[in-house]
């Protein structure tokens, strides 16, 4: 079976059984005992792999095969120079420390869509675009991190698993298509 990429919408949940009220991945993928290799937060969005293959399944997810991945990240506010410092070094977040990851300031992707419903915005206030690249994927953790060096996360794309992206592979929410996962690991 070929490796699924899907551009998970936002709100939709990281799961196939049916939630009231929710939409989820069975709305949109109709593809037999797939299952998602890692997941994303119902207020994030962009790529998500799937696949029936267990190993494969534990080889993208697993932190120990330091598969990186990339977010593209609105905050509310500019970054300074310290703040992404802080950002790439080791981060106490009270529960764990994170990993050194990068961290920079972007213009905005000009391929990402608009969002549904569209952030908020507040003249007084900027946004800015950072790309954060880790090795790891704790729960909620690019939120915490930019709430922890003051810029707060407005919007949140996984752009990138690995080798796979979403600038290489232009799906809007909710499309899917399926690759070859032979060169996921090499």
């Known amino acids: 079976m070929p490796l699924i990429l899907f551009n998970k919408p936002f709100q939709v949940l ?55 991945k990339t977010y593209l990240v609105q905050v509310d506010g500019n970054p300074s120079a310290a703040a992404l410092a802080r950002l790439q070094a080791p981060l106490n977040l009270g529960d764990f420390t994170t990993k050194p990851c990068r961290a920079i300031h972007i213009a905005e992707p000009g391929w990402i869509w608009p969002r549904n419903p569209p952030i908020r915005t507040r003249q007084d206030n900027p946004t800015s675009w950072l790309a954060i690249t880790l090795q790891e ?49 090499k």
């Open 14 to 68: 990281c799961q196939f059984s049916a939630q009231a009220g929710r939409e989820t991945l069975a709305d949109y993928v109709n593809v037999p005992a797939v299952y998602p290799a890692g997941r994303l937060d119902a207020d994030s969005e962009g790529l998500l792999l799937l696949t029936d293959d267990g190993r494969l399944q534990h080889d993208i997810s697993h932190p120990d095969h330091k598969q990186p």
């Open 137 to 185: 994927g704790k729960n909620r953790q690019v939120r915490r991190m930019t709430a922890a060096v003051g810029l707060p996360t407005l919007r949140l794309v996984r752009s990138a698993i690995g080798p796979y992206t979403l600038e290489a592979h232009p799906l809007m929410p909710g499309e899917w298509c399926t690759v070859s996962p032979f060169d996921m690991l």
